[in-house]
């Protein structure tokens, strides 16, 4: 996908219309009249809205501060985590999507892009990589450690919780290590899952220590040091139209990963149909007319 290619696949965040590309180049404009700066390195700025939440311009401006150590510092948590592989811990993330080459995969939270580099790996030849992030500074980082041949890698800044593409646009979506501090979590679920095409994979994790881990002595010291590890997974946030769950713990048992398939419409129970073997009849509905709470 070419970078004019890529700037076509994006639809203004708030009324998902198509951007068109101004003439000088450096900016794409919405129907309305709001305007999205292409910025240096390519980088598209179709963050929504302009002024972002306080948790998450707050989260922003601290990973903007952090981006030179912030790959240390990760590393370090996961090897204070049951001294766990960090390497094979991402390698088994990305690897949930089913990743073939010539695939179209966005990953939000991108970073530095440590993961982006195995998505990459995974779509090629061929593919096209589509990496987001909230701070500025992580991507640009990550424009510079990632330049591969085979891959079109194309970088923007976004709130996952508006995302600048129209329905169903990915084979698969990746997103670790950022969801417990959006602003609008649900939002970012609903969005994260409507982009990707039915059938496609979904995989999304962060921090949430292990419920038989909790009262343990170093792990109730964990709780106790960083709040974030006392988050549930956030099983109320998955939509309805899915398929496939299904819940893992790594680094650890202090981090979860969910995985599923997107579905073309949520399940449903048929709370009509008779139920076999009776001289009377009898259904779901009927039962739970009769049932009381």
Partial sequence: MTTEEFYKTLVDPETRQPLTHSADGKTLIGSNGTTFDIMEGGIVNALYPKTLLEDDAREQYLYDQAYLRYDRGVSWVFETLNKSDEAATRRFMVGLMDLKPGQTVLEVGAGTGKDSALIIEQISPGGTAMLSDLSPNMLRLATQKLQPKEVDVHFLLANGSYLPFADDTFDALFHFGGINTFSERRQAFLEMTRVVKPGGKVVIGDESVAPWLRK????????????????????????????????????????????????????EVDIDLPIPGKDFVDTWRLRAEKATD
């Fill in 216 to 267: 343990t002595p170093t792990y109730a010291t964990l709780l106790k040091a960083n709040p974030l590890f006392r988050a549930e997974v956030p099983l109320e946030d998955v939509p309805a139209n899915i398929t496939d769950f299904k819940l893992h713990y790594i680094f650890g048992n202090a981090y979860y990963v969910m995985e599923y398939v997107v579905a073309d419409k949520a399940p």
